[in-house]
Structures are given as C-alpha cells and as structure tokens.
C-alpha cells in the first residue's frame, strides 16, 4: 500500500494490516513459532532451524521486528531475538477484535 494512501484509514487498521503482512510468510510464521517455542531470546540458532539463507532469515527478522512483534537485542557480535511480549498482546488483541465484529449467522453467497 502506498504511503499517501494509508493516511486515509485508521490507526487501528493500519496496524492490523502491519501484522497481516508480518505474518504473511510462512518463514515468519514458522521463526514466531520458534520464538514463541523456545520463550527466550534466540541468538545464531534460527537459521540453524530453517531451510534459508542467513540473509534471508535477516530480512524477515526485519519484517517481524518492524511490525513489533519481535524485538533484537545486540550481544557482541550477535543479535539475540525474542517475542516482544507487549505488542504480541497488542497484536493478539486487535486481531480479536476484528474477528469479533463477525457475528455470523447469514450465508451471503
């Protein structure tokens, strides 16, 4: 999405639509899924774990780390990742929130 056009939506879903794209990827789904697993900070072990490139386990480190989801911390020459408890609760809770709104019932189609 363009950036002239987000401004036109709300925060809120401007955010839901951040997350959607971090969690877009199945690479992304399954380092949050290792990340969540392990409940601790992950150093060099997530490209041991997966079947990519450092650099593109790099990239998508960034993407989760830009959506919030994650958080990076620099330990010498290593960057240690974990889940950023707050904004995953954040994430979790405005992703109910959406799917609340759905109240069912109908068959539109």
Not at 89 to 102: D, G, I, S, W
Request: glycine residues 8%; charged residues 20%; proline residues 2%.
């Amino acid at each position: 999405m363009g950036a002239t056009k987000s401004s036109v939506f709300s925060v809120k879903d401007n955010r839901i639509a951040k997350i959607a794209k971090a969690l877009g990827h199945p690479a992304r789904i399954a380092i949050l899924n290792l990340l969540a697993n392990k409940q601790a900070c992950v150093c060099g072990d997530i490209v041991d774990e997966l079947p990519l490139s450092q650099s593109t386990v790099s990239q998508h480190l960034k993407e989760l780390k830009e959506a919030g989801l994650i958080t990076g911390e620099i330990e010498g020459a290593k960057v240690c990742y974990c889940i950023d408890a707050k904004e995953w609760k954040a994430a979790q809770a405005v992703l109910n929130q959406m799917f609340e709104t759905y109240k069912g019932g109908s068959n539109c189609c």
